[in-house]
């Protein structure tokens, strides 16, 4: 059978989701886990993988396997291997044809900024600290430059390995709460760094250091060199995917992590 799984961690302490030999990933502790729980070798495969540092409310991975439990034994039983900071919030048994990563539809991700004068020291690894006073009318102005169907070269890492540059952002808006700025960002897929980089930009533009336009200016160069700086890994979230409501997937709604 095949099972998906919706898992949320704190990507503080891995380095990133994929499995590597330099050190511990949140995928290899989660195949781990199954494995026990399985009684065999078990490979997972994910929506998105994310960077060293970065955080999920809502990753989704599939796995395959002929060990028989209940799914509520899969949940109790790879909950019980894991690590405090990692946790499978459901489990569903999936028709073969799902596929974590090339059946998602949209993919959800956040960017949060502590907006204060003196660093925070409560949430100092889920945030990123930005002193300056950011203005949010001046953000979303930016934002609106990079909604649609862009080549986003400009935006992605100088090392991304994808073999387009083009991706669709259907949703780009900055909201506030208190002392938090959240840049919120659905897209039908995204390149190495791409959420990080554009935070970068919005936060330049936020801070008045640039006019709205230059986000245009910078996706039109098509030149990463002409971009911003990459925001900081501990701020970003992957808030979850959408798939074809065929899948019976769990639906939760997804806000700012403090609100």
Not at 72 to 91: A, F, K, Q
Not at 135 to 144: C, P, R, Y
Request: with cysteine; net charge positive.
């Amino acid at each position: 059978m095949r099972i998906a799984l919706g898992i949320e961690y704190q990507g503080t302490h891995y380095f990133g989701w994929q499995r590597q030999v330099s050190g511990p990933t949140v995928q290899s502790v989660i195949e781990a886990a199954i494995t026990k729980v399985a009684n065999h070798s078990v490979s997972t495969y994910c929506a998105g993988r994310t960077d060293s540092g970065v955080h999920a409310f809502e990753q989704v991975v599939h796995f395959d396997t002929f060990a028989k439990r209940s799914m509520d034994s899969w949940l109790l039983g790879i909950n019980s291997y894991l690590p405090s900071d990692i946790c499978v919030r459901w489990v569903v048994e999936v028709s073969g044809d799902f596929h974590a990563r090339f059946s998602a539809l949209k993919r959800h991700y956040q960017y949060v900024i502590a907006n204060t004068h003196i660093q925070p020291g409560l949430f100092c690894q889920h945030a990123t600290w930005c002193y300056r006073p950011l203005d949010i009318q001046l953000m979303q102005e930016a934002a609106q430059y990079l909604i649609g169907e862009h080549d986003f070269s400009s935006y992605r890492a100088l090392r991304c390995q994808a073999h387009s540059p083009v991706r669709t952002i259907y949703q780009l808006y900055v909201e506030q709460h208190n002392q938090y700025v959240a840049i919120n960002v659905s897209a039908n897929g995204f390149l190495h760094h791409m959420v990080r980089n554009i935070a970068g930009v919005l936060m330049a533009v936020g801070a008045a250091r640039h006019k709205p336009v230059w986000a245009k200016h910078i996706l039109e160069a098509r030149d990463r060199t002409q971009g911003g700086m990459t925001a900081d890994a501990k701020g970003l979230y992957f808030i979850g995917v959408d798939y074809s409501s065929e899948f019976l997937l769990p639906q939760h709604k997804r806000h700012f992590f403090l609100k």
